[in-house]
């Protein structure tokens, strides 16, 4: 099925969102019971932890853990923004700089100046684009990025979400309560999918709507370690207590660049990979068999692929043992453990 869809539906008992592209499914959004990226708490700080650089503090669906502790008093108020997702048995990641993002808008308090995304790179329109921020933010003290679906968007569906932004803002920042509490809410997968998936595409919405686009049967897939890649390769995605392992396996091809042209389709394909699943930590690549000169050629393409991925990626290395690690977010919950307890 050519083109793009989004289906809105339900996945064992959890609301969820799902991109088609040509078929074949791109992104996937689902429900968790842990406090949503985005989310943002009043918090009371608890014990700092020394040779960590760091804080627990209390907050209102458990325990949080900030990073940067410098001049913040066991006791203290703080605004605080969920980050990601934390590993079972450890503190929910927060930090202290706050974004109010929607579809065509990010205000950033603190951090003043309007941006507009790198990606919109026609002058005449990026004018236009700054020409309606000034306007809807004057008087305002927030900052602003504009973001890449601003492109071709209506000036008044631009000013609205930025308007929409600021009362957000002005509502939370101006909060004058005391105790933990949840301020903001992160936004849930149907949102989610209205925020991030900005390109005209068909809409699902229903029972049903995963099963008639064939999401289901691609779910299905993802809670196999198995990725299939061009040319008969193919890679294992398997997660540990420590980190998730990738086997790059070069199948029948026997030419002597097998292992080459294995390691670049993994290299493409991984980021997607990763993200369907809900991986993320530290990510340990055990390359198909390949001469040293061509590890240039695969850290490229590894680059390459994950420049454009919506969970920051940082690339670490080579080991002694010729292994390639990475380290992901932990922007979203392991999919097998979400329809795992959502059963």
């Known amino acids: 099925m050519k083109g793009r869809v989004v289906a809105l539906d339900h996945i064992a008992g959890r609301e969820a969102a799902a991109l088609m592209v040509d078929g ?21 700080a608890d014990r700092p932890m020394k040779g960590q650089g760091g804080i627990f503090l209390a907050g209102p669906e458990g325990s949080a853990f900030l990073r940067q502790s410098d001049g913040i008093a066991p006791g203290q108020r703080l605004l605080v923004q969920v980050m990601g997702h934390a590993e079972p048995g450890k503190a929910v990641p927060v930090t202290r700089k706050l974004l109010f993002k929607s579809r065509y808008a990010i205000v950033t308090p603190e951090a003043p100046g309007i941006n507009v995304s790198r990606a919109i790179r026609d002058e005449e329109e990026r004018g236009r684009i700054l020409e309606v921020a000034h306007e809807a933010m004057d008087g305002a ?7 890449s679906s601003c492109n071709g968007a209506a000036e008044d569906d631009i000013a609205r979400d930025i308007a929409a932004m600021l009362g957000v803002a002005a509502q939370v920042l101006g909060d004058e309560g005391t105790e933990a509490e949840v301020l903001l809410d992160g936004d849930t997968p149907h949102a989610l999918a209205w925020r991030e998936w900005t390109e005209p595409a068909e809409l699902a919405e229903g029972p049903g709507s995963f099963d008639t686009h064939g999401v289901s049967d691609a779910i299905a897939a993802l809670l196999r370690p198995d990725e299939a890649l061009p040319g008969g390769a193919s890679m294992s995605i398997e997660p540990t207590r420590a980190l998730v392992a990738v086997d790059v396996n070069t199948g029948g091809d026997t030419s002597p660049a097998a292992g080459l042209k294995a390691n670049i389709a ?7 990979a990763l993200r369907l699943r809900g991986f993320g930590g530290q990510i340990v690549i055990d ?30 290395g080579w080991t002694p043992l010729g292994l390639f690690e990475l380290q992901r977010k932990r922007g979203r919950k392991p999919l097998s453990e979400l329809l795992k307890s959502g059963v």
Do not use: C, Q, Y
């Open 141 to 147: 003290a927030h900052g602003l990025i504009l973001r």
């Open 287 to 316: 390359p198909a068999p390949m001469p040293k000169r061509d590890r240039t050629t695969f850290e490229n393409s590894l680059k390459a692929a994950f420049r454009g991925d919506s969970e920051e990626t940082a690339l670490a």
């Open 266 to 272: 993994a290299a493409k394909a991984l980021p997607r």
């Open 24 to 44: 074949v499914l791109e992104d996937l959004f689902v429900a968790s019971d842990a406090p949503a990226p985005g989310t943002i708490w009043r918090a009371v």
